[in-house]
């Protein structure tokens, strides 16, 4: 399979550069973003800890 890319070209005929240098820049922001939402869900749940259930009412006497 055969995919044809077009290149993006200013006025002049070259090729855009600081439309690509701003692509890359989106594109790492929205990597970092996710990177760091995933870290954050991560880091969270290594502090979640289940609490012992309560017991109301007489313990028994062993």
Avoid: W
Avoid at 26 to 45: D, G, H, I, P, W
Avoid at 46 to 54: A, N, Q, S, T, V
Wanted: proline fraction near 2%; charged fraction near 25%.
């Amino acid at each position: 399979m055969h995919t044809q890319h077009s290149i993006k070209t200013d006025s002049t005929g070259n090729v855009d550069t600081q439309y690509y240098i701003d692509r890359a820049y989106q594109m790492r922001r929205e990597y970092n973003a996710e990177l760091f939402a995933s870290t954050k869900r991560f880091v969270k749940s290594l502090f979640r800890m289940e609490l012992p259930k309560l017991h109301i009412g007489r313990h028994a006497h062993h």
